[in-house]
């Protein structure tokens, strides 16, 4: 597991806590404003996604569309976000582990190799492919490329998925895994609890992985709601809703941070 | 009529990829999220069970024959051989008139054997699908009519607009419309909204309207859609007692050209692809995939060729609707790729040129998708100078929906 991920869910588990992993997308407003948002975010999240935007992404939904097309509009690019992400590390007080989520085109674009070496560069320390096929080649190319710098590779399994396909995901994932709550799109519905627990039970009869929960979690009785089944709760659109609404509102960081501090309050087993 | 029947040739492997022989490069493949795996799964096993049963697969050609009347006729254009030269010199120009189908293009083959399948096979009652010039939510429209199905069709908002005949004719039938105002508006947002949109829906069946998409797609809809070729070969023998020298089909993503290619892929038939140049490649604004600088790239769910820019998927930019589409299916670009078939380009401003040559020239209306084909086609066949030869192009629409586009630039243009 990798190290900051083993720190992460160790303490939460002293602390009898759960643990908040939010998500804003990379460059959303614009590089600056984001790496604002990203420092603030480290002062109460867990760990951190930050979002690699593509335009052509089919599992988002308008909120974090919108929030793609603000960032490739501030020039965007793979480069870029690693240089954020490495920034905001070297600025940071702690060891919030960082993941990049995207698709897979980027990634294939820009080289898998090179993409792995990169991310330990630049201190990135998990990454998300929401398109990544466990039988593709480029899945077990990035896989193994991740393994051996010991970046953690989470993959996402959903409510439609059987335990066949569980069992192939969990040996390809690492740190922990995401399950997505609902049969839908990101924030596009309220996390559904029962789905949780139905794919929780299949993964705890197959391994110890720590457990993320994403899609549909806004609020704190949501995290609540989760963090009594899960490891951790995602909080995406939630966020970058605010981002959205405030991108040139001079108290945008306040108001992420009184976001996120409301929502912690749900992160008691 | 009996229709040949389907014979497979060219299988993507267990994962849905073509390999390259020679650079192990693999196309296709199934990119996307984990929830629509078991839809995807559950499509596959569906249309494997299709092609085996023999009752369905009658139910659907009765209905091929009757309601998308799919025995279009091939018809020599001497007209077309005068401009090109006369046939002394360039040898007989055929024209496949698929224009002449139910819905007006080759699209119906595809889209109601999809539907039909949805209904009796996935059991599904909706039907999602995503458009470009409309022809395909028409034509998926019309069957989810008669099936008695639901329809959600999504359409890009500048196709919306340029296309509201075939939109509005969608509507009529039944189908319940979003329009997308992403990216470009056209249809590569479209298509991401549907699959979205099937993700919030996994009972629903996805249609999808070119050889594109996640595994099992690109196979099923050239399968599906290859019936207008293996109809073609066997009308085109009948007539010239060999199968054609040269076929000539525009591309998009690449489903009317794998519609007609396929059953010849074999043959000695040389086989061209034309891409729209937009307002000419060098200038950035067209809608060429392999001849505009395309790479490898991951999009809705395939591996293929794609137009890029900076690792996002670039806007395509021209006239036609049909073929406002960044990327070709992954078998056309291994097809290409192997060197089995070659492309050109022809300009926008061409092609508006031979709409009206059509109209005025050959009393035909065309889709202004097939007069892209029908230009690059003609200056190939006169830099042939072969009178041996016989010539097919894929006549693959009508243009009633270009109408008003088109005659404003007939006035303008006087």
């Known amino acids: ?269 | 009529m009996k229709i040949p029947p389907f014979k497979e040739i060219n299988s993507p492997n267990k994962n849905g990829y073509w390999i390259n022989p020679k650079t192990k490069e693999a196309y296709g493949g199934q990119y996307i999220s984990p929830l629509l795996i078991p839809n995807l799964q559950k499509v596959e096993k569906c249309f494997k069970k299709a092609l085996k049963d023999k009752k369905f697969m009658k139910g659907l050609e009765e209905k091929l024959l009757t309601f998308i009347g799919v025995n279009t006729p091939i018809l020599r254009s001497k007209e077309l051989e005068e401009i090109a030269g006369g046939q002394k010199k360039v040898g007989k120009i055929y024209l496949k008139r698929t224009d002449l189908h139910h819905d007006s293009s080759h699209k119906p083959v595809n889209s109601f054997s999809s539907c039909y399948m949805a209904k009796h096979i996935f059991k599904a009652k909706k039907i999602i699908c995503e458009t470009g010039a409309s022809m395909h939510s028409r034509s998926v429209a019309a069957a989810c009519a008669m099936l008695k199905m639901d329809c959600e069709v999504h359409i890009g908002a500048v196709d919306a607009e340029k296309v509201s005949l075939n939109k509005d004719i969608s509507e009529l039938y039944g189908a319940k419309i979003v329009v997308v105002h992403e990216s470009t508006k056209s249809l590569l947002p479209a298509m991401a909204s549907a699959l979205r949109s099937w993700q919030s829906n996994p009972d629903a069946m996805y249609v999808v309207g070119s050889v594109a998409g996640p595994s099992p797609y690109p196979r099923m809809v050239r399968t599906w859609a290859s019936v207008i070729g293996r109809i073609a070969k066997q009308q085109f023998k009948q007539i010239t007692g060999k199968v054609p020298s040269t076929l000539f089909c525009v591309c998009g993503g690449g489903s009317n050209l794998m519609s007609m290619a396929y059953p010849l892929l074999k043959d000695k038939t040389e086989i061209f692809a034309v891409e729209s140049a937009g307002e000419g490649i060098p200038t950035g604004r067209h809608g060429a995939t392999i001849l505009g600088g395309s790479q490898m790239g991951i999009l809705l769910g395939f591996k293929s060729k794609v137009v890029m820019k900076s690792a996002q998927i670039a806007e395509s930019l021209t006239e036609a609707s049909g073929l406002d589409f960044a990327a070709v299916g992954p078998e056309v670009a291994y097809l290409h790729d192997i060197g089995r078939i070659k492309f050109r380009s022809t300009t926008d401003m061409a092609a508006k040129k031979t709409f009206l040559m059509c109209c005025e020239k050959l009393g035909i209306v065309p889709a202004i998708e097939a007069c892209y084909v029908i230009n690059a086609a003609l200056k190939e066949i006169k830099k042939r100078k072969n009178p041996k030869e016989n010539h097919l192009i894929h006549l693959c629409g009508s243009g009633e929906s270009n109408v008003a586009r088109m005659i404003k630039f007939k006035r303008e243009n006087e």
């Open chain 1, 1 to 269: 597991m990798n190290k900051n991920f083993q720190e992460m869910f160790a303490k939460a588990k002293q602390e009898k806590k759960g643990s908040l992993i939010g998500f804003a997308t990379g460059m959303d407003p614009n590089y600056k404003t984001s790496k604002k948002i990203l420092i603030e975010m480290a002062k109460h999240c867990g760990a951190i996604e930050v979002g690699l935007p593509f335009n052509t992404s089919t599992s988002d939904s308008a909120t974090i569309m919108d929030a793609n097309m603000r960032a490739i509009k501030a020039g965007a690019n793979t480069e870029k976000i690693f240089k954020l992400i490495k920034e905001v590390k070297s600025e940071i007080k702690n060891n919030v582990p960082f993941l990049i989520m995207t698709y897979m085109n980027p990634v294939y674009v820009y080289s898998i190799k090179k993409f792995a070496k990169k991310c330990k560069t630049s201190n990135v320390d998990g990454v998300i492919i929401v398109d990544s096929n466990n039988n593709s080649p480029e899945d077990k190319e990035l896989s193994k490329e991740l393994k051996k710098i010991n970046v953690a590779y989470v993959k996402l399994v959903a409510p439609t998925n059987d335990e066949a396909f569980i069992k192939e995901t969990l040996k390809k994932c690492s740190s922990w895994i995401y399950i997505v709550s609902y049969a839908g799109l990101t924030g596009s519905k309220q996390v559904n609890v029962e789905n949780v627990k139905k794919i929780s039970k299949l993964i705890r009869k197959n391994s110890k992985i720590p457990i993320g929960v994403g899609f549909g979690i806004r609020t704190k009785s949501d995290v609540s709601k989760v963090i009594k089944i899960a490891d951790a709760a995602i909080v995406g659109s939630g966020i970058v809703d605010i981002v959205g609404k405030n991108s040139k509102n001079h108290n945008l960081t306040k108001k992420i941070s009184s976001y996120l501090k409301n929502l912690k309050k749900g992160l008691n087993k």
